[in-house]
Structures are given as structure tokens and as C-alpha cells.
């Protein structure tokens, strides 16, 4: 265990001094999972009024994946983030399932996860909307620091069962897929969370739910307006809490929601898009799933080395927020 520094976070009512140990938080396997069904913007013009050239220029989507459920994505995400960290199922200390679309409302969904996967561990569903991925990191460095060794993140969504293909509003929007890490102590020191951010305000409850069994509602534009505010904030918390600045940063991992809301968000915090990684044109917003879907993808890249300052950047209904700046280490690092 490694000692760092007092660190100090003041950012509205929220003041706190903490002394921290951290065990480090290497990402020992990242993998993902995308079902093979595609709908293209052209699918969607047969069932509403819309056009590819309207949704690529106000959303920066070319596509979506369907099919699937949100446990057997999971399943498949988790298997190949296992497969790269070359762990057993008897080496996962706890699942944590971030999901919107759960495959039933009660048991959650994270228990059949496991049974796929044939762990033998604690399982539960984090239900943050998109944010959910990024609470799960915040949540699992805590169970790492409590004596955890290893911990299964995954992000899982099949957002088809939840999502009207006629609406314009949002069915050019959503889409299914997952993405994993295992997430593990690192006694090297090459690792670690070094500041994050997580917030939450119902007042914006409305703006965007699924009643039991209906679709996703959307007000769109305040979706947006929150979206981008968000974003701003929770960023500007995770970095003070770290002690770093924006020109730190090697890579930033936005939730994939709308091109236009991540470059609404760059252009007051100061990001380049040079420094993002994206896969919205492929995936659409695939909510929980969408940072750990593109940090597979960058890994693959080689856009990540080991010892690079990487932030995850999640926001979603709720309204929720989450932030994690961690120092990266982990395979294809
Ligand atoms: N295709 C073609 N035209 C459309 C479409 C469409 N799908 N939707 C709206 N239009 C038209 C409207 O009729 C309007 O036409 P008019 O000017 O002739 O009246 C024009 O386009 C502009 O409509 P707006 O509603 O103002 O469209 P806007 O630019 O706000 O884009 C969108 C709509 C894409 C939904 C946008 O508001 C958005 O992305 N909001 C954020 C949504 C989001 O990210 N949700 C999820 C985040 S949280 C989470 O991930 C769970």
C-alpha cells in the first residue's frame, strides 16, 4: 500500500479533507461486445421522418446495434475482458453490473451475469443510467482499499426493449452493446484513481425515464442543456480533487451521447476532440455500455500507454454525473 498526499476538494456545499491509501487500480482485461444486428439511419427513415445526413449531422450516429439480452452482452463483454486478464472465475472478488434496461425489474440482472460467467461472488446491478459504468470504478476502488482483489465493472445494455424505433425524437438515438473491465490491485504503484466525482439531482427526473413497461421519454433539448453543464462540473470536481488541470489529461472518455454535446462540453472546458475517444458513428448511445465500449477500442488503437492520465466522463438520466481520472496501467497499455 502506497500513502498519498492530503488532498482537499471544495466545490459547493461539498468540502472535505481526505487522507487517503490506495491500493492501486490496474485494468487487468478490457473487453467488449457489440450483438451483430445493425440499424442504420437509412433502416430508420422506413418507420419515421427522418434522413442518415439528419441524425450524422445533429447526433454524429451511423448506426446502432440490436438484439440480445442485457445479461448475455454482459456475459460476452465479461468473458473477453477475463479471456485478456487471464483470470478464472474463482479470481473475481465481486460483479458490479451497471444497467438501464435489466432483464427483469426484480431479481437484478448482474446475479445471471455471474451464473453465465460461473462466478462464485457477490453480484448486484448499479442502476445510474449512463453515469452507471463510471460510479461502478468509483465503487470498486473503494472495495479494492477495503482487502478486494479483484473486481468484474461491467456495462450492459439492451436498450432496444426500452426504445421506439418510430419516435424520432429518441429512436435515433439508442442502441444495445457491452463493455468490461476487471479492475485489480496493483502492489507495483504503477496505478491508480486519483480523483473522482459523483453527483446526482432528481429534479431532472422527467426529462428523461421509461415508466414500467414503456419506452424512453425524452425532453431532448434540456437533456442537452443539463448534459453539458454536467459534464463541466463533474470534470472540474475530479480534476481539482486530483490536482491536475485540463493540459494533464492524455485521453478523455465521454459518454457517447451526441457528438454536439461532447464539443458543446470540449469548447468550455478546453479539451481538443484530438484527445477524446469516441465510437458514437458505430455504436449510437448505448447508455452504461458506451465509456467501456470505447476504452476496448482505444486500447486497441494503442492509444493508451502505460503511466498516461486518462479520464472516464459519464452523465445520463437521473439526472447523474460521475467522473474518474485514473493513472492507466493495465494490458494493451
Ligand atoms: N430527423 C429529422 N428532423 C428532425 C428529427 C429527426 N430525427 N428530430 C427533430 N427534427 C426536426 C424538428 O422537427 C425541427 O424542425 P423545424 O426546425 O422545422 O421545426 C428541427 O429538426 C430541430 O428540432 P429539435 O428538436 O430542435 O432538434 P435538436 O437539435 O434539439 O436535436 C436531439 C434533437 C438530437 C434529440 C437533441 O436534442 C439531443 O441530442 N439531445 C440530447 C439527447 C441525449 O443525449 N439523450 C441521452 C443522454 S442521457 C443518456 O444517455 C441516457
Not at 487517503?20 to 450483438?35: C, D, T
Not at 440490436?66 to 468473458?79: D, H, I, N, R, Y
Amino acid at each position: 500500500m502506497v500513502t498519498i498526499a492530503k488532498t482537499s476538494i471544495a466545490e459547493g456545499t461539498r468540502t472535505r479533507e481526505l487522507l487517503m491509501q490506495h491500493p492501486g487500480f490496474r485494468f487487468a482485461g478490457v473487453g467488449s461486445y457489440l450483438p451483430d444486428e445493425i440499424v442504420t439511419n437509412d433502416d430508420l427513415t422506413k418507420n419515421m421522418d427522418t434522413s442518415d445526413e439528419w441524425i450524422r449531422e445533429r447526433t454524429g450516429i451511423g448506426q446502432r446495434h440490436v438484439g440480445g439480452t442485457t445479461s448475455s452482452l454482459a456475459a460476452e463483454a465479461a468473458k473477453r475482458a477475463m479471456d485478456r486478464a487471464n483470470v478464472e472465475p474463482a479470481d473475481i472478488d465481486l460483479l458490479l453490473l451497471a444497467t438501464t434496461s435489466p432483464d427483469f425489474i426484480c431479481p437484478g440482472t448482474a446475479p445471471a451475469v455471474a451464473q453465465l460467467l460461473e462466478l462464485d461472488c457477490g453480484a448486484l446491478d448499479i442502476q445510474a443510467a449512463c453515469s452507471g459504468w463510471v460510479y461502478g470504478l468509483v465503487m470498486a476502488n473503494g472495495l479494492l482499499l477495503q482487502g478486494m482483489k479483484r473486481i468484474l465493472v461491467v456495462g450492459s445494455e439492451a436498450l432496444d426493449q426500452i426504445t421506439d424505433y418510430t419516435d424520432r425524437n429518441t429512436g435515433i438515438l439508442f442502441g444495445n452493446g457491452a463493455g468490461a473491465a476487471v479492475v485489480e490491485v496493483d502492489p507495483s504503484g504503477a496505478s491508480e484513481l486519483l480523483g473522482w466525482d459523483m453527483g446526482a439531482d432528481g429534479n431532472y427526473v422527467s426529462i428523461l425515464y421509461a415508466e414500467h413497461g414503456d419506452v424512453l421519454k425524452m425532453d431532448g433539448k434540456e437533456v442537452f442543456r443539463q448534459a453539458v453543464t454536467a459534464m463541466q462540473r463533474s470534470a472540474r470536481n475530479a480534476l481539482k480533487m486530483a490536482n491536475l488541470t485540463v493540459e494533464d489529461i492524455d485521453l478523455v472518455i465521454p459518454h457517447q451521447a451526441n457528438i454536439r454535446i461532447v464539443e458543446a462540453a470540449w469548447k468550455r472546458l478546453g479539451f481538443s476532440m484530438e484527445k477524446t475517444g469516441m465510437r458514437l458513428e458505430e455504436t449510437g448511445n448505448t447508455s452504461a455500455a458506451s465509456i467501456p465500449l470505447v476504452l476496448d477500442k482505444v486500447l486497441d488503437e494503442g492509444r493508451i500507454s502505460e503511466g498516461d492520465t486518462v479520464m472516464f466522463l459519464g452523465f445520463g438520466g437521473g439526472m447523474t454525473w460521475a467522473t474518474t481520472i485514473v493513472r492507466y496501467a493495465g494490458e494493451r497499455a
